[in-house]
């Protein structure tokens, strides 16, 4: 959202921005804009003016969260116990991943997203939680050779596993304590 904008209109992007996550987050990609604008109050026509459409919007989600996600793994990164820092992004990550529903699949449907950037939200989740898994690594709290590649996969491989259960993200939170048992055993 660009600063020149007026406070009103700001207000109202990160309203609408935040209405559209829980709303994809409840009813998966095919959240309807007309509820995202009354439960945001405001009118679909301010919706529009600020996402032209589905796609706009739902990109506009996904960036938001790849960017806090961002922010997270590089605060972790300071945490004084790296393998709970670490485990706690991997969960916030999950969730986000589980709780997203479809807004993937329907980003990359039609071409709607095209895979360079796919591969630089990889890459900046990979590249802020790097230091953290490394530390962890160093700290012998995560098993050798385990890479920010790696995790981005498990956690893809749970969500879609848990994606068609009753509890999407439930279902998540247990597959990803399974595989922390694997991946980080308690000592």
Known sequence: MPDHQ???????????????EQEVAAHGADASLERIARIAGVG?????????GRRALLEAVFAERIEALRVCAVEAAE?????????????????????ARGMADALAQDRLVEPEQVNACTAKLGGAVEPL?????????VAPGVTPTDLLTLVTGIALAA????????????????????LSPTR
């Open 6 to 20: 007026r406070a009103d209109a700001r207000r109202n992007y990160a309203r609408i921005l935040a209405v559209a």
């Open 44 to 52: 679909s026509a301010t919706v529009r003016r600020h996402f032209p």
């Open 79 to 99: 945490a004084e116990d790296a393998r709970t820092a670490l485990l706690d992004w991997l969960r916030a990550l999950t969730e986000y991943a589980a709780s």
């Open 133 to 141: 898994l490394r530390r962890a690594a160093a700290e012998g709290v």
């Open 163 to 182: 994606e068609h259960q009753a509890d999407p993200a439930a279902e998540a939170r247990r597959l990803l304590g399974l595989t922390v048992e694997g």
